[in-house]
């Protein structure tokens, strides 16, 4: 029997949180699965340079491909839309096989899980329970509605039982001493060494999964860091939700200060300022620690009491100024729309972590009402109201509204100078073609000389940029759709990026294109409503400017009708005069006076990706 799992990546337009994929919960599901069954069961897991860089049609080919008797989706906040339209996918194309669902977003009260063809869900841990999936389907046992763990369709909800914990984690055999997985595009290694949480955050689902610590043997994950050391990785990211508050954290540091002369990872973790020490900045700071993020989500005691979670001022403040005096970048977390939080209790928190110097990086998160939280339970009883569809963001509550969340984010910025809605430039990718398996189109030039119609809908990446040469494109709206149209039918998700070169760019007919080819499926990067610029995210039009010097402009231009600001990125190395000169050519092209953010162009860096992203020439 064979069976394959796939875990999607957060999208977006230039690869960046792509690249971070790794498929850690896929790898603890293979190696459970075939220690436990044994030869003659198989389970293969997406390879990242597909999952993580290519499009919807791409992955559909690689599972059609696999010809596998079970296909497994991982279904986390950010890609529970797209894993669930590949499960129709396959339900299409390949009757037979079984379709399962498993991650955070598998529950009971999850309407989305029972919009897709399935024929197992798991709810909760899964390790245990896709073994026994497996084993029970190869025996020819299609009965599972008694199996704890397991959602079947259809099912009652009275019905359903959860599979208790793993008693010893150390059943699960490591996914990287294993060879399972690798380390990630951006060469980092995700380690668990704990499951659990001491705290019981209404908003959050984790604790009810794990009500107690349990913690990997230290000795198999002083082997993980090994292995990432050796392995060449440049980072640690420890996934645990306490970090300071697992057990021997003492010994742990000191694992990782050995490690450091072999090679001098940079540590990332979570933890709480509050348990932090002098001693133990000290100890975090040895061992390579070198970025923390850290949850005050508010100030306000009344809804902190809401929501289940401890804080004391004077600890918060201390901890946090010793980890910023070790020199560790102290990310520091609010959120807006927690019950009982007003406008003025938000601005508060943020002039509270400003004020003090409580930060490095301010994160500023709405709210999401979570499937399988107890705030999801009472948020209607209580006059919240959040978008049905992820993430699920608070758009209301008794205390704050649309524009009260909006405000808060503008509060923020105005504060910190931090842009929380930044507009991604797109990979400008060279001329290179990537070829053979593993190679997607992340770019196409629109260009009356290449003979080329089209591309195959499964060599289009996850993301698109679409440069125009062609100075017809808008008059050749239907020879575009037929280019462009099999293209993005496939591949729903897939983001797009149009580049537009001064001299072919004729508004408002432009934008107007560019919305029509980006009505499509709904899209998750799509819905966040508070934001201060444009909402409309999956789809981006650039103006590619010349510059008197060498070199282009890309201003980004909204796609929708309000007056923002916008965005140009300059060289680096642009003279100062740059700026003026861009200002006055912008103001005769939009017809108005304009307001101008200027940013640094992102250093185009060769990568481990450069070899597998290419570009193809069409002709409309």
Request: proline share 7%.
């Amino acid at each position: 029997m064979k069976a394959v799992l796939v875990q999607l990546p957060v999208q977006s337009h230039d690869y960046g949180y792509s690249l971070e994929n790794v498929p850690l919960a896929g790898g603890y599901l293979k190696g459970c699965a075939e220690q436990g069954l044994g030869r003659g069961f198989e389970v293969e897991i997406c390879p990242p340079g597909v999952s993580s860089l290519g499009g919807d049609a791409a992955i559909l080919q690689w599972i059609e491909d696999s010809a596998p008797d079970a296909v497994g989706f991982s279904c986390y906040l950010w890609n529970i839309e797209r894993s669930l339209r590949l499960c129709r996918k396959v339900r299409e194309r390949l009757p037979r096989t079984r379709i399962v669902l498993g991650g955070p977003e598998v529950s009971p009260d999850n309407p989305l899980v029972g919009q897709a063809p399935f024929d197992a869900a798991v709810w909760g841990e899964g390790e245990e329970t896709f073994l026994n999936l497996l084993a029970s389907w190869s025996a020819g046992r299609e009965e599972l509605s008694g199996m704890p763990g397991v959602i079947m369709p259809g099912a009652c909800i009275p019905s359903l039982r959860r599979r208790p914990p793993i008693i010893s984690l150390d059943r699960i055999p490591s996914p990287y001493l294993g060879n399972l997985i690798e380390k990630s595009f951006t060469n980092a290694v995700f380690l668990e060494t704990v499951r659990g949480c001491l705290y019981t955050c209404t908003y959050c689902s984790y604790h009810k999964q794990f009500r107690r610590l349990r913690c990997f043997d230290l000795g198999r994950t002083g082997a993980e860091i090994l292995w990432a050391a050796w392995n060449g990785a440049d980072e640690i990211s420890f996934l645990d939700p306490c970090f300071a508050r697992r057990p021997h954290i003492e010994d742990l540091l000191s694992l990782l200060e050995d490690a450091r002369s072999l090679r001098d990872m940079k540590i990332s973790c979570e933890l709480n300022a509050e348990d932090v020490s002098e001693d133990l900045a000290d100890r975090l700071a040895r061992a390579g620690v070198r970025h923390v993020e850290i949850g005050l989500q508010t100030t306000n005691r009344r809804a902190l009491k809401r929501c289940g979670r401890p804080f004391d001022e004077q600890k918060f403040i201390r901890g946090v100024l010793l980890l910023r005096a070790h020199d560790i970048h102290v990310v520091t977390d609010i959120m807006v729309g927690l019950p009982g939080d007003g406008p003025d209790d938000v601005k508060r928190s943020i002039d509270f972590v400003v004020d003090e110097s409580l930060y490095d990086t301010l994160n500023l998160y709405p709210v999401s009402v979570l499937p399988d939280t107890p705030l999801r339970r009472v948020a209607a009883g209580q006059g919240i109201t959040w978008l049905d569809l992820p993430p699920y963001y608070v758009v209301s509550t008794p205390d704050m509204g649309p524009d009260d969340i909006r405000a808060s984010f503008a509060h923020a910025s105005a504060r910190t100078g931090i842009d929380y809605f930044p507009v991604e430039l797109p990979r400008l990718s060279d001329e290179g073609r990537a070829e053979g398996p593993g190679g997607f189109v992340s770019r196409i030039v629109l260009d009356p000389r290449a003979g080329k119609r089209g591309i195959h809908p499964g060599r289009t990446g996850q993301a698109l940029a679409i440069e125009v040469e062609d100075p017809h494109w808008i008059g050749r709206k239907e020879r575009l759709r037929k280019t462009l149209a099999p293209v993005l039918e496939e591949n729903p998700y897939t983001l797009l990026s149009w580049i537009v070169p001064e001299e072919h760019l004729r508004l408002p007919e432009a934008i107007e294109l560019v919305r029509e080819f980006s009505m499509r499926a709904g899209h998750p990067c799509d819905r966040e409503f508070m934001s201060t610029g444009s909402a409309l995210c999956s789809t981006r039009l650039f103006l590619r400017s010349p510059l008197r010097g060498s070199g282009f402009a890309y201003t980004h231009i909204p796609l929708t009708a309000s007056r923002e600001r916008l965005l140009s990125f300059l060289p680096e190395e642009a003279d100062p005069g740059e700026e003026d000169y861009l200002t006055e050519r912008l103001q005769r092209i939009m017809g108005r006076g304009v307001e101008i953010d200027f940013r640094d162009m992102p250093a185009n860096r060769p990568g481990a990706i450069d070899a597998r992203l290419g570009t193809e020439r069409l002709s409309l």
